[in-house]
Nanobody
Framework: VQLQASGGGLVQPGESLKLSCVAS????????IGWFRQAPGKERKGVSC????????FYADSVKGRFSISSDNAKNTVYLQMNNLKPEDTAVYYC?????????????????????????WGQGTLVTVSS
């Protein structure tokens, strides 16, 4: 499994970015794909994930209404559209994959527990939100 994340950059507050995660060696239909972020000095946390078979998505509370996860299975690619970016969104963003479906009892549980539930990780892409 190889995952290639891209699309990060430096933006001002309120602007948008779209991250891409291209997967190879797997068929997206059989996997859950997650986006995670790690700010300097902090733990890695879940941002959003999509389970392809179940068609379910999860978001951290802090990004609900601003971020949207989607996939193009023909391109084996998962996207994270990030709108109305805030300085606190600054982090290295990673995508990861794991077979099957993911379910979390709450957004808090997703954000806290999901990094341990994904086994294959790509390299990160840096998102910096600053004026």
């Amino acid at each position: 499994v190889q995952l290639q994340a891209s699309g990060g950059g430096l933006v001002q507050p309120g602007e948008s970015l779209k991250l891409s995660c291209v997967a190879s060696g797997i068929t997206l239909d059989d996997y859950a794909i997650g986006w995670f972020r790690q700010a300097p000095g902090k733990e890695r946390k879940g941002v959003s994930c999509i389970s392809m078979r179940a068609g379910s998505t999860f978001y951290a509370d802090s990004v609900k209404g601003r971020f949207s996860i989607s996939s193009d299975n023909a391109k084996n690619t998962v996207y994270l559209q990030m709108n109305n970016l805030k300085p606190e969104d600054t982090a290295v963003y990673y995508c990861a994959a794991d077979p099957g479906n993911k379910y979390y009892i709450s957004s808090y549980a997703f954000e806290r527990d999901s990094p341990a539930d994904f086994g294959d990780w790509g390299q990160g892409t840096l998102v910096t939100v600053s004026s």
